[in-house]
Antibody, heavy 121, light 107 residues
Framework: EVQVVESGGGLAQPGRSLRLSCATS????????MNWVRQAPGKGLEWVGF??????????EYAASVKGRFSISRDDSKSVAYLQINSLKIDDTAVYYC????????????WGKGTTVTVSS | DIQMTQSPSSLSASVGDRVTITCRAS??????IVWFQQKPGKAPKRLIY???SLQSGVPSRFSGSGSGTEFTFTISSLQPEDFASYYC?????????FGQGTKVEIK
């Protein structure tokens, strides 16, 4: 079974850092780009960024709203993607989802349940 | 960035109604659009990819069409389990961008 499980969320103070993990199973992780999407309370979905598969350079891309503070990485040996959030802001409060993206039929077809990040002093 | 203008932002409809949601891209995105359904407290669920391809296991009352800058998502006969929010996403040009969402409510 193809699975994606996010973890690492919680309550954090403004200015601190947090690292979210996206553990995967049931598919060939090395062949997929991995995306992070967030949803603030009562708001719509926001694409945060992704990291390409190594076959396509393995480089990340970010939304302008998070560029410079967020960093996405991957460990293909563990089939895990990470989202490092630095200098946390109140506006980073959201549910963070992880989803894979392949070439077409498997583009963002599998999502985790999300992990909740709450930024508050 | 490519703006995805999704409309309407909300609608009220009855069971059996035909529902249409539109996403307009600020520039051409070929057919690189995905449609998602999201219910409260749940992760998004992909319904349509590549503008008109139906996700396996998704009922055929859901459909998508369009190319370039204008895209349509249709529910041919609304069912009770379809009351949810719907989002489009373009993945043609970085950064990927979502539409603002459409909340489908019971009339």
């Amino acid at each position: 079974e193809v699975q994606v499980v996010e973890s690492g969320g919680g309550l954090a103070q403004p200015g601190r850092s947090l690292r979210l993990s996206c553990a995967t199973s049931g598919f060939s992780f090395v062949d997929y780009a991995m995306n992070w999407v967030r949803q603030a309370p009562g708001k719509g979905l926001e694409w945060v960024g992704f990291i390409r598969s190594k076959a396509y350079t393995g480089t990340p891309e970010y939304a302008a709203s998070v560029k410079g503070r967020f960093s996405i990485s991957r460990d293909d040996s563990k089939s895990v993607a990470y989202l490092q959030i630095n200098s946390l802001k109140i506006d980073d409060t959201a549910v963070y989802y992880c989803t894979r993206s392949g070439a077409g039929w498997d583009y963002m077809d599998v999502w985790g349940k999300g992990t909740t990040v709450t930024v508050s002093s | 960035d490519i703006q995805m203008t999704q409309s309407p932002s909300s609608l009220s409809a009855s069971v059996g109604d035909r529902v249409t949601i539109t996403c307009r891209a600020s520039q051409g995105i070929r057919n690189d659009i995905v449609w998602f359904q999201q219910k409260p407290g749940k992760a998004p669920k992909r319904l349509i990819y590549d503008a008109f391809s139906l996700q396996s296991g998704v009922p055929s009352r859901f459909s998508g069409s369009g190319s370039g800058t204008e895209f349509t998502f249709t529910i041919s006969s609304l069912q009770p389990e379809d009351f949810a929010s719907y989002y489009c996403l373009q993945h043609n040009t970085q950064p990927w961008t979502f539409g603002q969402g459409t909340k489908v409510e019971i009339k």
